[in-house]
């Protein structure tokens, strides 16, 4: 086993039991982060997430303190203007050089927001972080990313070239997404040449997603992009159920009617949540195939075969009939997002001397 599969396994096992404690967690994060410069020379796609984890080493964690209104009404002239405090308020010993949070579940962003804060009387709980604490917590995010590499480290890994992946024009892909009150479907189709047409279509609810535990809101509409970015996933899934790859990298253009999903797809990262959920999820199954969209523009009247798939209900005699049934490829959230593959055995009536793994694609497809 290699020092960085040792490392990666060893953190997680840190997580186990109150990591912002463990003296082995903090040692093992540092450790973690300086292999992961080495380790991802390798992944280029994969590369600015490692920021995430810098950004939990100089994030501690926020502390309770109560004022009461004699110390509260002298807050302001403690704190600078980026507030963090230049000396304690009366009362309480808040260490200089931390920074104000939120007050009473408000959350402070520049000193104007104090007045924001109702002063009735009694003491007035303020949550501060204190940078020389050495008690630091691992984001959703970074978790996330971490968790990658150890499912990366259990199994067994093919060559991969490192090269940079030609563009070849020699295929048309093309997604779109809609959203309306609850309700999300996203649709896509890929083109081969002198091949026929490979297409998804899949519908989902936003507590689909909640279920995963993503902060999704109500109006699915309000995270069109993410979910534009979902239907980048899916079509770079239908691309890779027609063509495994193994050892070569290929880049191949996508089209997008959405000018944030555009950007992300091409950058494959973003800090702003829920986006960086979905853009960390295209971004590990892009290098895992070794396949990359290169994604531009479409205009939405042009767009018409994916927004009509984004919109498909299962009526077929509605279906074009360019998209056959039988090249339809099945994105449900458990392929999608866990990576779950799709087995089966042809013909159907086989016997083998072992049970094939039965995936939920097949329950659903039952």
């Known amino acids: 086993m290699s020092a960085f599969q040792c490392c990666i396994l060893t953190f997680a096992e840190s997580q186990v039991e109150e990591p912002e404690r463990s003296k082995s967690f903090r040692f093992y994060r540092s450790a973690l982060i300086g292999l992961l410069h080495w380790v991802l020379q390798m992944s280029p796609e994969l590369l600015p997430w490692l920021c995430c984890l810098c950004h939990d080493m ?132 890929v083109e081969l040449p002198n091949q026929p047409i490979v297409w998804f279509s899949e519908w989902f609810t936003v507590q689909d997603f909640r279920s995963l535990g993503l902060p999704m809101k109500d109006d699915a509409n309000l995270d069109i992009t993410a979910y534009e970015t979902l239907a980048q996933l899916a079509l770079l899934i239908a691309f ?41 999820k295209l971004a590990t199954r892009s290098w895992q195939s070794g396949i990359s969209l290169d994604c531009t523009h479409i205009a939405g009247c042009h767009n018409d075969s994916a927004d009509f798939l984004s919109r498909w209900k299962g009526d077929l005699q509605a279906l074009p009939s360019r998209f056959h049934l039988d090249h339809r490829v099945r994105c449900p959230l458990t392929v999608l997002w866990e990576g779950e593959r799709d087995v089966r055995v042809f013909p159907p009536d086989a016997k083998l001397l072992w049970q094939p793994p039965v995936s939920s694609f097949n329950e659903q497809s039952a």
Request: hydrophobic share 40%.
């Open 240 to 280: 890779i159920s027609i063509t495994p790859t193994g050892r070569l990298r290929v880049c191949i253009p996508s089209w997008s009617d959405n000018s944030g999903t555009e950007s992300l797809t091409n950058k494959l990262f973003t800090v702003h949540t829920p986006l960086c959920f979905f853009a960390q």
């Open 58 to 189: 100089s994030r501690p964690l926020g502390t309770n303190f109560s004022l009461h209104a004699g110390a509260w009404q002298q807050l302001a002239d403690t704190l600078t203007d980026d507030l963090h405090f230049r000396k304690s308020p009366p009362g309480p010993t808040i260490p200089p050089g931390s920074k104000l949070l939120s007050a009473r579940h408000v959350v402070i962003k520049c000193k104007a927001d104090l007045r924001l804060v109702r002063a009735t009387g009694k003491r007035i709980w303020i949550r501060v972080a204190d940078a020389s604490s050495s008690k630091h917590r691992i984001s959703t995010v970074s978790r996330q990313f971490i968790m990658f590499w150890v499912h990366f480290c259990m199994r067994p890994q093919m060559p991969r070239c490192l090269s940079l992946p030609p563009l070849d024009f020699q295929y048309s892909l093309a997604a779109d997404a809609c959203a309306k009150g609850n309700d999300i479907g996203i649709g896509g189709w």
